[in-house]
C-alpha cells in the first residue's frame, strides 16, 4: 500500500516517531500534499541536539528550522562530547529562543556556557506555552547569585508544571529558596544539591501547589524543624537522606501521601518506627519504597528484620523488606547493613545488594529476586553466589570473572547499550570470552575497553551496531592506527576516545574512519613537546592540519598535556 493513501490524520502520527532531519528527507519536497502536512499542519516536532552529526545540526538549522520555528515543542541542548562545539553556532541560527513560540519543554544537558544561561534567563519568560524544563550536569552555578538569579526566574514562569534540577556543579550547591511563589509548578525534581529540613519548608510555601516532590535533604538538622502547617496538595514524595532528624516528626505536614520513596544513607529506623510514621501520619499511603545503608553489629540484622514482620507488614499491608549484609567472623563486629522494601525500586546500585548474605520477610524469598527496574551494574566477583537476576541492563561494567557461570544474573544483554570491560588477562585468553558477550549483546552501541597496552589486539572482534569506542588511557600507536582503519569496528565506529602521543595520526584517523563524526584525544605526554607549548599552539597546529570540515574544542595542561574534541562533517 502506498503512503499517498493514508489519511492525513494516520501520515501526521507517522511523523511523530521520526527525527527532524529523518522526516524531512523522507517526505519533503515529494509533493505539496507531503509540504503542506510537514510545513502547515503537523505541530510536532522534537529538536534533540545531543547526538546529532555537524552535518545534520547545520542543515536542520540552516534549512529547516526557518520553516518550522514555531512548530517545534521540545528543545534539548547539549555539550557533552556527542554534541561538543554546536553551542557557538546557537546564537546566529537561534538569535532570539522567543521565535520558538510553542516551545512546551526545554532541556539543558551538560551545558557549561554561563553566557547561554543568562539568555535563557531573559528569554524563557517570552515562551508562554513551557511547561516543562530540565537543567542536568550544566556547571555554571559557581555563584549563588547565579543560582537565586536563575531560581526565580523559574519560579516566575507562569505555565510551568515540571521541574528537574539535577547536579548544577561540580560541588553541589545550596538549594535557594526562591523570592516568588509558583501557582504553576506540580512536580519539583532536586537532586545531587544540598538541603536541610528549613529549606525545604521555604520550598513548600513557595510551590503551594506542588504534588510530586524529589529531594535530598544532605545538611543534617542539630535541632528538630517546627513544620507550621500541612502540604495537602503533595501526593508523592521521593526523598533522601543522611540523618534521623525529623524523621518522625515531618510526616504529619504530608497528609495525603500516596506514594513515598525514603532513601536512608548512615541511618536507619527500624519497622516498628516505620509502622507508628504510617499508621499515625499517613493514611492515605499505598505505596512505600524504602532503602536504608548503614553500619552496625551483624547481630543487629535479626532484630531488624523482626521488626518488619507484625501483622501489619506482613497481612494488612503486605509490605515485604530485604536486608543485605557481609559475612564477618565476629557477629559483635560492626558490618554494611542494607535494607530495601521488596521489590526494590528505589533506584539503589547493585554496590548496595552486592553482599555475602541476605535474607527478607517473604513467605516467598525467590519471588522478588529479579531486579527488572535496575539498568546499570558492576558486575563484581561475587555476584554468581547470588541468586539474583538484572534482565533489563542497559549499562554493564565487568572486570574479566574467574568463574565458570559469570552470567547467570545477567541472563538477557537485549537491552545492553554500554558495555566496559576491565581486565588483566593476556587478550588470548579472553577474546572469546568477549567476543561471546558482544555476540548476546546485539544491541550494544558503546563498547569501553580498558587493558594493558600490549593487549590491544582487539581489532578483530566483531559487532554490527557498536558506534562508539573508548579505549580510555590506553596510547594509540601507528600500527593500531593502521589496524583500527582497516577493521570492522573501526569503519562503523562514529565516536572515537582515545590517547594519542602521536599527532600526526589524528589527521590520518579523520580522513580514513569513513563513519566518524566525534574524535577525542587526550594525553600526558607528546613526542614533539615544542609544537605544543602552549594552548595557542596546540589550536594552530590543529587549525593547520586538520580537515577545513572539522571544528574543534582544545584545552592544554601543563607539561605538554593536552584535550581536544573534534566534530568532523
Request: with cysteine; glycine share 2%; charged share 20%.
Amino acid at each position: 500500500m502506498s503512503l499517498e493513501y493514508l489519511a492525513n490524520e494516520i501520515l501526521l502520527n507517522l511523523f511523530e516517531y521520526f527525527k527532524i532531519e529523518d522526516v524531512f528527507r523522507a517526505f519533503y519536497q515529494l509533493n505539496s500534499r507531503f509540504n503542506t502536512l510537514l510545513l502547515k499542519y503537523f505541530r510536532a516536532y522534537h529538536l534533540d541536539f545531543q547526538s546529532i552529526s555537524k552535518h545534520d545540526f547545520h542543515l536542520i538549522c540552516t534549512k529547516y528550522l526557518p520553516l518550522i520555528s514555531n512548530q517545534i515543542i521540545s528543545l534539548r541542548l547539549c555539550d557533552e562530547i556527542n554534541a561538543s562545539v554546536q553551542l557557538k553556532y546557537i546564537p546566529i541560527y537561534v538569535p532570539s529562543f522567543s521565535q520558538l513560540s510553542h516551545l512546551r519543554a526545554l532541556s539543558l544537558y551538560h551545558i557549561k556556557s554561563t553566557h547561554l544561561l543568562e539568555r535563557l534567563i531573559i528569554e524563557w519568560q517570552e515562551l508562554p506555552y513551557l511547561t516543562h524544563l530540565s537543567i542536568t550536569n550544566c556547571y555554571f552555578f559557581g555563584t549563588s547569585t547565579l543560582l537565586r538569579t536563575t531560581i526565580n526566574s523559574i519560579w516566575r514562569l507562569r505555565r510551568l508544571m515540571y521541574c528537574h534540577l539535577n547536579r548544577l556543579s561540580k560541588e553541589w550547591v545550596d538549594f535557594i529558596v526562591p523570592d516568588d511563589t509558583s501557582s504553576s509548578m506540580k512536580h519539583l525534581i532536586f537532586q545531587n544539591g544540598h538541603m536541610d529540613w528549613q529549606t525545604a519548608t521555604g520550598l513548600l510555601e513557595k510551590t503551594p501547589y506542588l504534588r510530586c516532590l524529589n529531594i535530598h535533604i544532605s545538611q543534617i538538622s542539630i535541632s528538630e524543624v517546627e513544620f507550621s502547617r500541612e502540604y495537602k496538595s503533595l501526593s508523592r514524595l521521593n526523598i533522601r537522606t543522611r540523618s534521623t532528624a525529623n524523621m518522625l516528626s515531618c510526616w504529619k505536614s504530608f497528609p495525603n501521601l500516596s506514594h513515598l520513596t525514603v532513601c536512608m544513607e548512615a541511618s536507619y529506623l527500624d519497622g516498628k518506627q516505620w509502622e507508628y510514621i504510617i499508621e499515625t501520619y499517613l493514611s492515605c499511603l499505598k505505596e512505600f519504597h524504602l532503602l536504608m545503608e548503614f553500619t552496625k553489629e551483624e547481630a543487629y540484622v535479626d532484630r531488624l528484620l523482626d521488626s518488619f514482620r507484625s501483622s501489619f507488614w506482613l497481612e494488612e499491608r503486605q509490605w515485604y523488606v530485604r536486608c543485605h549484609w557481609w559475612k564477618i567472623s565476629n557477629p559483635n563486629d560492626r558490618t554494611d547493613i542494607v535494607l530495601t522494601t521488596l521489590p526494590n525500586l528505589t533506584g539503589c546500585s547493585t554496590y548496595s545488594i552486592d553482599k555475602s548474605c541476605h535474607r527478607s520477610t517473604s513467605p516467598d524469598d525467590s519471588v522478588y529476586n529479579s531486579y527488572d527496574h535496575l539498568n546499570t551494574i558492576e558486575y563484581s566477583s561475587c555476584f554468581h553466589l547470588l541468586p539474583f537476576v538484572f534482565p533489563n541492563i542497559s549499562y554493564l561494567a565487568i572486570r574479566r570473572p574467574d568463574h565458570d557461570e559469570p552470567w547467570s544474573a545477567v541472563p538477557n544483554l537485549e537491552n545492553l547499550r554500554t558495555l566496559r570491560y576491565f581486565t588483566t588477562e593476556p587478550y588470548h585468553r579472553m577474546r572469546d570470552e568477549l567476543q561471546t558477550i558482544l555476540d548476546r549483546a546485539s544491541h550494544l552501541q558503546t563498547l569501553i575497553l580498558l587493558m594493558h597496552d600490549d593487549q590491544y589486539k582487539f581489532l578483530d572482534l566483531k559487532h554490527p551496531s557498536i558506534r562508539c569506542l573508548d579505549f580510555g588511557g590506553h596510547r594509540m600507536m601507528s600500527e593500531e592506527c593502521e589496524t583500527l582503519i582497516t577493521s570492522q569496528l573501526g569503519q562503523q565506529c562514529e565516536v572515537l576516545i582515545t590517547s594519542i602521543d602521536q599527532p600526526e595520526l589524528v589527521p590520518t584517523l579523520i580522513n580514513h574512519l569513513r563513519s566518524l563524526r566525534i574524535l577525542k584525544v587526550f594525553s600526558r605526554y607528546i613526542e614533539t613537546p615544542a609544537l605544543f607549548s602552549s594552548e595557542d599552539g596546540l589550536n594552530d597546529w590543529l587549525a593547520s592540519h586538520l580537515p577545513a570540515t572539522c571544528n574543534f574544542q582544545s584545552r592544554y595542561k601543563e607539561h605538554s598535556s593536552y584535550t581536544f574534541i573534534v566534530w568532523i562533517q
